[in-house]
């Protein structure tokens, strides 16, 4: 059973700093997705990665893939209010019949930025 | 473009009542899924469809059955509601395992079981 787990789950830090967000898995997988999530709303796409070594950034963040490593990071440079939401990270994997594929989520990273 | 759509948004039912969400997509994708979301936590995988005419389940069936009415479609049904059923359910849908364009998801039902 594929586990992914998320670190830290709460996050709080203050404007203008820069952090990480850990994304573990336990089963093989080439393909992982970064989802945010304001409160009560649906799932936003961040970034999709596809391969090992995958980098992607869009203005603040920057999402890597260590496929070998079973590791995923979002990374927060110079967090700004409005980037505060709860992300989730989502391993692609196919399922046990292989007629298609599903994502298996974290329990996603609650972050508060301060000003 | 809709995308995926829910309905309905928000749902009160009592205990033991059934209800059907339904779900629907407009971009001919072949898969279909259901998740449920918890306070706290990620997303949880309730039934899939891999393409017209098939159903799976995912991670935490029990309690719920699906219908893959046509491409379009895809219904949750819960045919004797309990409180442990609260929830935030999301329909989302994909072009299918080899396309990797990812997934687009609805909007969500808020579901309160009393």
């Known amino acids: 059973e594929l586990k992914v787990e998320q670190n830290p789950l709460f996050l709080s830090m203050q404007e203008g700093k820069n952090y990480t967000i850990y994304c573990n898995y336990s089963t093989t997988s080439d393909r992982l997705y970064w989802y945010r999530q304001d409160p009560g709303k649906s799932l936003e796409s961040l970034f999709v990665?596809?391969?090992?070594?995958a980098v992607k950034q869009e203005g603040r963040l920057m999402a890597s893939l260590d496929t070998k490593a079973r590791l995923s990071t979002l990374h927060i440079t110079a967090a700004v209010h409005d980037l505060s939401a709860t992300y989730f990270c989502?391993?692609?994997?196919?399922?046990?019949?292989?007629?298609?594929?599903?994502?298996?989520f974290g329990s996603g990273t609650q972050l508060t930025v301060l000003p | 473009n809709a995308g995926v759509t829910q309905t309905p948004k928000f749902q009160v039912l009592k205990t033991g009542q059934s209800m059907t969400l339904q779900c629907a997509q407009d971009m001919n994708h072949n898969s279909m899924y259901w998740y449920r979301q918890d306070p706290g936590m990620g997303l949880r995988l309730i039934y899939y469809s891999a393409s017209e005419g098939t159903t799976d389940k995912g991670e935490v069936p029990n309690g719920y059955n699906v219908s893959r009415l046509n491409k379009r479609e895809f219904s949750l049904r819960l045919e004797s509601a309990a409180p442990s059923q609260t929830s935030v359910y999301f329909c989302a849908s994909s072009e299918g395992p080899s396309s990797e364009d990812g997934y687009t998801f609805g909007s969500g039902t808020r579901l309160t079981v009393v």
């Open positions: 989502a391993v692609d994997i196919f399922s046990s019949s292989g007629s298609a594929r599903q994502l298996t």
């Open positions: 990665l596809l391969s090992n070594g």
